[in-house]
């Protein structure tokens, strides 16, 4: 009988179990999707946002444009009782920093504490916003000068190490440095007892990767932070008919995992020998856009109008590809 | 409390018992009524496609597949080789492999313990595909932002005597084993039909991003209780065999007009090019008008001339000249 009732429940649990990964926001815009048990991903205000809950309070990667910041402090806060006290920023884009502000002064920082009392650490002031040096020299300005963001925006800590780690929640976190990807200031964060990977503009499964030739992206840096996000998701072997390994939450759509990311790393590989070819073949960048390089890949991640064409994409690729071999020679 | 209320209590209470036995074996009757058993072990047959499924299609063959230009522009970069890379040496094809593929598999229920109800058929995996799990008690698709599976998700519902499953979910992969390229966009709808000993599954392939139009393959397989098919696939561990390919450095893949296979087929078999590289047209009868007048066969079979297996195992006849 008991062994009955325990199987109904098991049952009732395993019936729940889509509810529980997909719990409400209460706005049909903003999306709330369980990633693992502590760990959520918020999609549809703009870039998407990386959630880690837990008794220390709330570590956030990416805060989204700020268009949806009050929606997204409601649903976080329907997530835990716990404070922000973290936002790591991948880059400077403002889909992924506009809410900087906003989620900051909802939270409440470990180390910006006026006091400690007895009853522990007082903690007083908005959350850290942690990111590369690169992204406070983007989001800020010299002194006199218009800064294209207000300094409570601005990140409060940041680093030009190749990694800062920190052990928040019981779990190690590592805000590793990727240079020249995306950007000259990504970083990917990986939450080690979760699992999860979150790699911001450097995986988008929407787009061909938006690779800022102007801000220190370049083609072979993208496919670099891409084989380190390869090396450190580990797949479901040998076992690999169960469901499990390293998610890896990317800057826009869906959540990954390592065979998702290959197929990306190898779709943008290929483009990149496409166009390198090309380009030693002597062809310029209007016949190499007219050869359509992305083909085969173009209907699933190009985009002929938006801030970030196939058309910019491939430009791109040539433009860091020729810069790499005037240097060469 | 007064005898009288009591008396009520125990009748509200023999009632609500009663009730719920009637509703209960009402529900299980109901449940076991509806399905057909798909279950047990399902061989192939392999008369159907027997290339395709067996020894493998030629390298450069697109014959009566929907695709589109964008997926033929990929399926020309494909290489083989490109399965040695250690990160996707143990990656499954899609679920569609099951009608795609040359294995049989094992079909089961999971049980509901109290109602009795089918909670989910399992379609068992073979050596390079995941078990298919069918969700029969009407929970809904994952949302849009979810990880896409080797298993991808699927619902089923029962129409009559059929078993019609919904797939979404499922990781990009191929239509066919020589890089024609299937996306994470596409579906599956699939008819389990089953007559006596035979089952015979109708998919219905739609991929937005490379299929013009369903992809439509349908398979029979037979009832062997003896078949041994495991209900799971084997374990596997990826070794670096090509040092070349281990790193990420190098992802193998054909330029653009540099695959050498390209007229492979209208060699050896005399089909025009513009056949090999198929699209919808080639998958309808009609499409045969459009050759004849210009095919002319070649002198003598060269390859699969008895099938694939030499002919050995069945009633193949072999291939003379011009069959």
């Not at chain 2, 020589?178 to 991929?207: K, Q, W, Y």
Request: aromatic share 8%; proline share 8%; glycine share 10%.
């Amino acid at each position: 009988m008991n062994k009955s009732i325990g199987a109904f429940l098991a049952v009732l649990i395993l019936s729940a179990w889509p509810a529980l990964a997909q719990p409400d926001s209460g706005d049909p815009e903003l999306e709330v999707v369980q990633v693992v048990p502590n760990f959520y991903m918020l999609a549809g205000a703009g870039g998407n946002i990386a959630v880690q809950t837990g008794p220390d309070g709330v570590v956030l990667v990416n805060v989204g444009s700020g268009k949806m910041s009050g929606k997204v402090i409601a649903a976080i806060q329907k997530l835990t009782p716990q404070p922000i006290r973290y936002i790591i920023n991948t880059s400077a884009d403002r889909d992924n920093v506009g809410g900087n502000a906003a989620l900051s002064k909802a939270g409440q920082s470990f180390t910006q504490a006026t006091n400690a009392g007895p009853g522990g650490i007082a903690a007083v002031g908005p959350a850290t916003i942690l990111a590369t040096d690169m992204v406070l020299t983007r989001m800020s300005a010299p002194a006199g000068k218009q800064a294209p963001y207000p300094s409570d925006a601005w990140p409060t800590e940041s680093f030009s190490l190749k990694e800062k780690k920190m052990y928040v929640n019981q779990e190690g976190i590592q805000a590793i440095y990727q240079p020249a990807a995306h950007s000259d200031g990504d970083v990917m964060v990986f939450f080690r007892r979760s699992d999860v990977l979150v790699a911001g503009d450097i995986l988008d499964t929407t787009h061909f990767p938006k690779i800022e030739v102007d801000q220190g992206g370049t083609i072979q840096g993208e496919i670099d932070a891409l084989n380190r996000m390869v090396e450190i998701a580990i797949p479901s072997i040998p076992l690999v008919w169960q469901r499990g390994g390293t998610l890896i939450i990317p800057g826009h759509g869906r959540i990954c995992d390592q065979a998702d990311l290959v197929e990306y790393r190898d779709m943008v590989t290929v483009i990149r020998d496409v166009v390198r070819d090309m380009i030693r073949r002597g062809m310029t960048l209007q016949q190499i856009q007219a050869a359509n390089p992305t083909a085969g890949f173009r209907g699933r991640y190009g985009a002929d109008s938006g801030d970030w064409t196939t058309g910019m994409f491939v430009e791109a690729i040539y433009r860091t590809l020729t810069v790499t071999k005037s240097s060469r020679n | 409390m007064q005898p009288k209320e009591l008396s009520k209590a125990v009748s509200a209470l023999v009632l609500t018992l009663v009730l719920t036995l009637l509703i209960g074996s009402a529900l299980t009757q109901a449940a076991l009524a509806q399905t057909m058993d798909l279950a047990g072990q399902w061989a192939p047959r392999a008369h159907q496609d027997y290339q395709d499924r067996g020894g493998g299609p030629d390298p450069v063959d697109y014959t009566a597949i929907p695709l589109n230009a964008e997926a033929r522009a990929r399926a020309l970069s494909y290489t083989a080789s490109i399965i040695s890379m250690p990160e996707r040496q143990c990656l499954y094809y899609p679920p569609f492999y099951v009608v795609l593929g040359p294995q049989g598999f094992k079909i089961w229920a999971d049980f509901d313990p109290v109602t009795g109800t089918v909670l989910a058929w399992k379609v068992g995996a073979a050596i390079d595909r995941a078990v298919i799990t069918v969700w029969m008690d009407g929970r809904p698709h994952p949302s849009k932002y979810a990880p896409h599976t080797l298993d991808g998700f699927t619902t089923g519902v029962w129409e009559g005597d059929v078993l019609t499953t919904y797939t979404t979910h499922m990781k990009a992969g191929y239509f066919r084993r020589n890089g024609v390229p299937s996306s994470d966009e596409a579906t599956m709808t699939a008819h389990f039909m089953r007559h006596g000993n035979s089952l015979t599954i109708s998919v219905h392939l739609e991929d937005p991003i490379y299929l013009t139009e369903p992809y439509v393959i349908s398979r029979t397989n037979q009832l062997d209780p003896a078949a041994n098919l495991p209900p799971t696939p084997a374990p596997c561990m990826p070794e670096p065999e090509v040092p070349r390919l281990a790193g990420g450095g190098v992802v193998p893949h054909f330029l653009p007009g540099k695959n050498p296979f390209v007229d492979e087929m209208t060699k050896r078999y005399h089909i025009p090019e513009e056949t090999v590289m198929g699209g919808a047209e080639t998958m309808y009868p009609e499409y045969r008008k459009k050759l004849k007048d210009n095919y002319v066969a070649p002198d003598k079979c060269v390859r699969y001339c008895c099938g694939w297996g030499g002919g050995s195992g069945g009633n193949l006849g072999c291939i003379v000249r011009g069959q």
